[in-house]
């Protein structure tokens, strides 16, 4: 093969690759501080939903009926005013699906991709919608089953963990 030929291969194998990379970028810290934020928020809320609601599961005349309902309200309240990443935001799922991040986890550092991330963080927002949503029903009808609610707080709790892990570990 000739030099020119061969330069030309290198130089469209360069392309290709610097091509391929330009989809992902560094994060941009003002979006993952918003990530970052309702992250915490929901984390805490859900925490506070699934414990008091097994308790009042364990114990339906107990107190904590108030506080169950309480903090499936502010669940609600987080996803209608901190959730700011649907597809007119900013920061929506293509921005967040482009980033590339180090966190650390078990003393090591890990890149990690937008995607993990925004799959994580939009799974977490779903499966604690669904639980407040059965919290809230409880407290205007006074019913529920018994089955989805202990499958709802299931993948609530694993979802919150998925993005804990991701985040915090």
């Known amino acids: 093969m000739g030099k020119k030929v061969k330069v030309l291969l290198v130089l469209i194998v ?8 330009a989809e992902k970028k ?6 993952f501080d918003q990530v970052e934020s309702y992250s915490d928020e929901m ?18 005349n107990n107190h904590n009926h108030d506080q169950m309902v309480e903090a499936a309200r502010e669940i609600q309240q987080i996803n ?6 649907d597809e007119e935001d ?11 991040f180090t ?7 890990v890149e990690v991709s937008g995607e993990h991330l925004y799959d994580r963080i939009a799974r ?15 407290d205007e009808t006074y019913e529920f ?12 709790e694993t979802a919150r963990n998925n993005l804990n892990d991701l985040l915090y570990d």
């Open 14 to 21: 360069v392309g290709l690759v610097l091509g391929a990379c």
């Open 26 to 31: 560094p994060f941009d810290q003002e979006g």
């Open 43 to 60: 984390i805490s809320a859900g925490d506070a939903a699934v414990v008091y609601t097994y308790e009042w599961m364990d114990d339906p």
């Open 80 to 85: 209608d005013e901190g959730w700011q990443f």
């Open 90 to 100: 900013e920061y929506n799922q293509e921005e967040i699906e482009r980033w590339i």
């Open 103 to 109: 966190v650390v986890q078990n003393d090591e550092e």
């Open 124 to 138: 977490l927002k779903e499966k604690s919608s669904v639980v407040a949503d059965l919290i809230i029903e409880i």
């Open 145 to 156: 089953d018994i089955q989805e609610m202990m499958g709802a707080l299931d993948q609530a």
